[in-house]
């Protein structure tokens, strides 16, 4: 061979190994395996971009415009400071420092009224919207605490069928599968009613957890309910369920309100005398009529497509059982208690190892490149699906695929099929007869077709877009590379929101993007329905970042605290030849102003220098600053200035301040004096450097708060 290589024979081997190995002469190379739990993926940043011209929040001031960074001269030091406009172009120049006091409130699409410098009502509005999250915040806790007091089964399932079931499953696990399942199954075994969300995007194995918990429930002898939104996905999961546990003396039965009205009743009676152990099915399983022998169990898939009157029935059937939540929404309005730790939840993390993300394009619409995807989809054996937003879209679109592809077997699908004439054709599609389907929406959740690997999405304008991200998720589950198309109507000029939204589809189309459209849908779409009709209007007052953090730190029971003032004398600045992204810049000011452990600052310096290059001086003190900020934070001191000359320190007003400052007097005698609630430490310094380190000997020397 060339290079002097010697002649070898390559082959493939499927193995499950834990490394590659080399035995007799053969070399075999192995994927290397994830990594187990760690720290995760890098935090961004900044906890929500924030980008010139969006909407943010001034906790001080209220809704103003972001119109960039700018440079100035502080105590004659450079200092970035961000510009915020106001109404009737009023601008306000916020210190760097200051910004852990500036929330993102939405992009400029967000249709909001700028808050006035002047005059405003701002301050009034801000303490009514914290008296009323802190009345939501103790509702919540009010809750969690009824139901840690409330005893359930301990589920503890027997370990052969539970291994039988288990090996069942075609795939590997997922590192986030395994510690999802893992905290499931520990809540099952508490003795309290679980209460626990898993997070995941599409396709990657949310219900295989919903499955392991079912199972061991129902293998314990108790019942379980399994609520999805629509008829189709309480088919598909069915399917699942029985499949998987075939064989191990559980009866699994549907129940939606298109049965027929015999099979309904023999279900209904086997719910109630017990002898069904599992019931698939949709809202009709929240009928009053529905009665269970022992339920411990309640499974709900997509929990934010049910309507209000079904979520109140729904928290009736859940009362004091176990209660697991499926969504691919990570910010949803059963995401409120988590907020705070006061239910549990789980974000499946690790794609399917053999799962590509799915290649998108957004065009405008052509017979040409319809008839290809399709063509070609065919022509290596997989499947299509044709989406349309409406049903009296689907005869025109079903007339011009026939057209197209003559020798395709089609199929059509929409919510108003007879039921059984809906079952029949997603029997169909799932046993590999149709070629095309074509539909609404209606396959957007749950549909689990391995051989569909082409999606042709229809006036993609009138869809969300975390609709559009879930339809594209039905395909490529099978680990062939797949195709989605958004085809917009040539004669509909898009508008330049939805351009963008279209634009955001086709950039974010990694693995695991469902995170990142989810939150910008919200972000561009607003947050009108989030968490019902009263905090919705929080949600438009403040914005979703704000609205989050203040109802956390209610949760929390504590207190908006102002950050430490600090002078000293040192630039604070990011050097745009360091960093020329403007956006960046910002986010990386938000992160240092928002650094609560000086211990932090160290692992933030190593990912920043991993990311953008060894760090200039002026980002070195600006870490520094961060983290003597962090430390005075702990420390009490309300007020820390240095200079070349010395160093002042003002403590908060604790009972324990007099102590404090007593303490420091004696150790320093003679270079101390006490000016107004300030002690001035005489200490000389040359350069930053020595500014700061003097600014550490005195925060060395400072007795703790509590010191009596």
Not at 184 to 199: I, K
Not at 244 to 249: D, I, Q, S, T, V
């Amino acid at each position: 061979m060339a290079g002097g290589w010697p002649p070898v024979t390559p082959a493939a081997l499927v193995l499950r190994v834990a490394a590659g190995f080399t035995f007799d002469g053969v070399t075999v190379l192995a994927q290397r395996p994830r990594t187990e739990g760690g720290a995760g993926p890098a935090a961004p940043l900044a906890p929500v971009d924030l980008s010139c011209d969006d909407l943010a929040v001034h906790l001080d001031y209220g809704i103003g415009a972001v119109r960039g960074l700018d440079t100035v001269e502080a105590g004659g030091q450079p200092e970035d400071v961000l510009v915020m406009e106001y109404a009737r172009e009023n601008r306000l120049l916020v210190p760097a420092a200051d910004l852990d006091r500036v929330w993102r409130y939405g992009s400029s699409d967000a249709r909001v009224a700028l808050d006035g410098l002047k005059g405003g009502n701002w301050i009034a509005r801000r303490a009514e919207l914290e008296r009323e999250i802190g009345r939501t915040a103790k509702s919540l806790v009010r809750q969690a605490k009824r139901r840690a007091r409330t005893k359930a089964p301990v589920i503890a399932p027997p370990a052969g069928p539970m291994r039988r079931m288990a090996a069942r499953f075609p795939y590997e696990e997922t590192a986030g599968q395994r510690r999802a399942i893992s905290a499931v199954m520990d809540e099952l075994a508490s003795g309290r009613p679980m209460d626990h969300l898993v997070c995941a995007d599409v396709g990657y194995g949310k219900t295989e957890v919903a499955l392991r918990a079912a199972a061991a429930v129902a293998f314990t002898g108790r019942q379980v309910a399994v609520l999805a939104p629509t008829s189709v996905l309480a088919r598909q999961h069915l399917e699942v369920f029985r499949r998987r546990l075939a064989g191990l003396g559980l009866r699994i039965e549907p129940l939606t309100g298109g049965m027929a009205a015999s099979a309904a009743k023999t279900v209904r009676e086997g719910l109630a005398d017990g002898s069904v152990a599992i019931a698939v099915g949709t809202h009709a399983l929240l009928s009053k009529t529905v009665r269970f022998a022992d339920l411990a169990l309640v499974v709900v898939d997509e929990e934010q497509r049910f309507g209000t009157v079904q979520k109140r029935a729904l928290a009736r059937l859940s009362a004091g059982v176990h209660c697991l939540a499926l969504s691919a929404t990570p910010v949803p309005r059963t995401l409120q208690g988590a907020l705070a730790g006061l239910r549990g939840v789980s974000v499946i993390d690790t794609p399917p190892v053999r799962r590509r993300p799915v290649r998108t394009r957004a065009a405008p619409y052509d017979p040409s490149v319809l008839r290809s995807a399709l063509m070609r989809e065919k022509a290596r054996g997989g499947q299509s699906f044709c989406v349309a937003p409406r049903i009296a879209d689907l005869p025109a679109l079903e007339a011009e695929v026939r057209a197209l592809v003559p020798g395709l077997s089609i199929a059509v699908a929409h919510g108003r099929l007879p039921v059984a004439e809906l079952d029949q054709v997603m029997v169909d599609v799932a046993e590999g007869t149709v070629d095309v389907l074509v539909s609404t929406p209606i396959i957007e959740t749950g549909i689990d077709i391995p051989r569909a690997n082409t999606i042709v999405i229809r006036r993609p304008d009138l869809f969300g877009l975390g609709q559009l991200h879930q339809l594209r998720g039905r395909v490529g589950r099978g680990g062939a590379q797949a195709y989605a198309y958004l085809l917009t109507d040539p004669d509909t000029p898009l508008g330049e929101r939805t351009e963008r939204r279209l634009g955001s589809l086709e950039a974010i189309e990694s693995l695991g993007g469902g995170f990142a459209l989810s939150l910008l849908d919200l972000d561009q779409r607003g947050a009108g329905d989030l968490l019902g009709t009263d905090q919705s209007g929080h949600l438009r007052l403040v914005g979703t970042e704000l609205y989050q953090h203040l109802l956390a730190r209610a949760l929390a029971g504590a207190e908006m605290d102002d950050a430490p003032e600090l002078r000293l004398g040192v630039p604070q600045t990011i050097p745009a030849a360091y960093l020329p992204e403007e956006d960046l810049r910002i986010g990386l000011h938000r992160r240092l102003s928002r650094l609560r452990d000086e211990t932090a600052a160290e692992p933030l310096r190593e990912e920043i220098e991993d990311r953008f290059g060894p760090l200039p001086e002026e980002v070195e003190l600006l870490l520094a600053t961060a983290a003597l900020r962090a430390r005075c934070r702990r420390l009490g001191v309300a007020a820390l200035a240095a200079g070349p000359s010395g160093v002042s320190l003002t403590l908060n007003d604790t009972p324990c301040r007099a102590v404090r400052e007593a303490a420091l007097e004696r150790l320093w005698t003679g270079q101390v004096r006490r000016t107004d609630d300030r002690l001035v430490f005489a200490l000389s310094a040359e350069g930053p450097s020595e500014i700061l380190n003097n600014a550490r000997t005195v925060l060395d020397q400072l007795p703790p708060v509590g010191t009596a």
